[in-house]
């Protein structure tokens, strides 16, 4: 069954900054891969899937974009975060059954 | 455009009594139907699906939930609570009928007391 890697686990930020959090994924080829966001006391948010390597889709304009070099490696990036940028970052997987990995807590001050 | 409504925010409950998740959808289309379970700081794990057949589906954990067409709905219930089911849980819609691009309510935190 496939695993799904995260870091970093926790973030914090002055706002401002860039941002890189990864995600790469075992045990399974041509996944897709979504990026989530969890909002303080909200539900998930879906910002970003990708079908294939180099093929990204953004659900919601944003300050946030997405990247995926390799197969079974996707990136969300910002060139400068906002404060509303904070939130639980999840990114999940599919070849089938959608499985999450154990997210990336940022925090923007 | 589909979307999931989970009529509780939150649900206190004494450990082995019984609970019901609430959680309505709206689709024009076929759709498949599941519930996650979110541990504090962790990600999402399956509960259970309905992608056809039986309306009860069985979940892990001791929990099931049943798909009512009529009713669009898809709450979740378990007999006997225990203190380690406190999270938050949230269920989910498969607009397309298969599993890309879930469509996830906002959660209902269920927090159960001894």
């Known amino acids: 069954s496939q695993t799904i890697h995260q870091w970093p686990a926790t973030l914090v930020q002055p706002v401002g900054s860039p941002l890189s959090l990864e995600c790469t994924v075992e045990g399974t080829s041509n996944p897709n891969l979504y990026w989530y966001r969890q909002a303080a006391g909200r539900g998930l948010q879906l910002l970003f899937y990708?079908?294939?390597?180099?093929?990204i889709s953004s659900e919601v304009p944003q300050n946030l974009s997405a990247s995926r070099p390799q197969d079974r490696q996707f990136i969300l990036s910002s060139k400068k975060l906002l404060l509303s940028d904070s939130g639980f970052y999840l990114c999940?997987?599919?070849?089938?059954?959608?499985?999450f990995g154990e997210g990336s807590r940022l925090t923007v001050l | 455009a589909q979307s999931v409504t989970q009529l509780d925010s939150q649900v206190p409950v004494f450990e082995e009594a019984p609970v019901e998740l609430r959680c309505n959808y709206s689709s024009s289309v076929s759709v498949y139907l599941f519930w996650y379970v979110q541990y504090p700081n962790q990600g999402l794990q399956l509960l259970l699906k309905?992608?056809?057949?039986?309306?009860l589906v069985k979940g892990i954990n001791g929990f099931e939930a049943e798909f009512n067409k009529s009713q669009t709905s898809f709450h979740l219930r378990k007999p006997s609570v225990h203190i380690s089911d406190t999270a938050e849980y949230f269920c989910?819609?498969?607009?397309?009928?298969?599993?890309?691009?879930?469509?996830f309510g906002a959660g209902t935190r269920l927090a159960v007391h001894p």
């Open positions: 990708s079908v294939g390597i180099g093929q």
């Open positions: 999940a997987c599919s070849t089938g059954e959608l499985f």
């Open positions: 309905y992608l056809s057949g039986s309306t």
């Open positions: 989910a819609v498969s607009p397309s009928g298969g599993y890309n691009k879930l469509i």
